[in-house]
């Protein structure tokens, strides 16, 4: 029987899903699963061997047989494809836009879905996602929806880039925000939206320690870990 709790922290690109999430399952000694790497990964993948990002069998197979893996150090997690490791590579702005549109995919999704609930083990998970909470873990104890701006998401997303040596136009990088979440949340399939019973949490103005405050004290509130 698994007994492992689960937090799962949904919402658009750029809401913090990736760094909160991180710094939660380190503070409680929790696994992390970030879903969004495997479909990044799965789009590489393609990019990689030529394969259409409209092609869903092949793309489906891709999946199924995806050599990855995720390498936990001290600060940061390294993430390995094919032997490889391709952690700032999955960041680009043409891998999340492929990897959007490989995520739209059914066959690619079904592939992927058994693959993300193996993250689960004891005492808990925090899973980052876009449909965690609606698909993945859908009796998760605690299921939070983080959000903010598209103009704040554009911003953080622009001094991510800058950080990493990268120059980009903040309008360039709004327009593609604002059509990545237009195409996530009309998908047909696992469409991203708040679970019925989640949270939703606009991070815009709150800073990151905060955020991660508020989810170690809702998580003490449900009695899934212990107070501090």
């Known amino acids: ?27 409680l000694g929790w696994h992390l699963l970030d879903s969004g790497a495997l479909y ?10 030529g394969v259409a990002l409209d092609d869903e069998l092949s793309l489906e197979r891709l999946a199924v047989e995806l050599d990855v893996a995720f390498l936990a150090e001290e600060d940061r997690t390294r993430v390995m494809l094919e ?5 700032n590579d999955i960041r680009t702005e043409q891998v999340g836009d492929a990897a959007s549109r490989v995520a739209a995919l ?6 992927l879905l058994q693959r ?3 993250f689960k083990k004891p005492p808990g998970l925090v899973a980052d996602g876009r449909d965690m909470g609606t698909v993945v873990f859908p009796d998760a104890e605690l299921k939070v929806f983080l959000t903010a701006s598209a103009e704040e998401r554009a911003r953080r997303r622009r001094l991510q880039l800058q950080e990493a040596g990268v120059d980009a136009s903040l309008s360039s990088l709004l327009k593609e925000i604002q059509a990545r979440d237009a195409r996530d949340m009309q998908r047909s399939v696992a469409p991203l939206k708040p679970a019925d019973d989640a949270i939703t949490l606009d991070t815009t103005s709150l800073k990151i320690p905060e955020v991660v405050e508020r989810l ?5 509130e449900r009695g899934l870990v212990p107070e501090t």
């Open 1 to 27: 029987m698994n007994d492992a709790k689960v937090l799962t922290l949904d919402g658009p690109g750029g809401a913090g899903k990736g760094t909160i999430s991180r710094l939660v399952a380190e503070r």
């Open 40 to 49: 990044r990964l799965t789009a590489l993948a393609a990019l990689r061997h």
């Open 83 to 87: 032997g490889s490791e391709v952690g």
């Open 106 to 111: 059914n066959g690619v999704r079904q592939a």
């Open 116 to 118: 993300q609930r193996d």
């Open 216 to 220: 170690t004290e809702w998580l003490a």
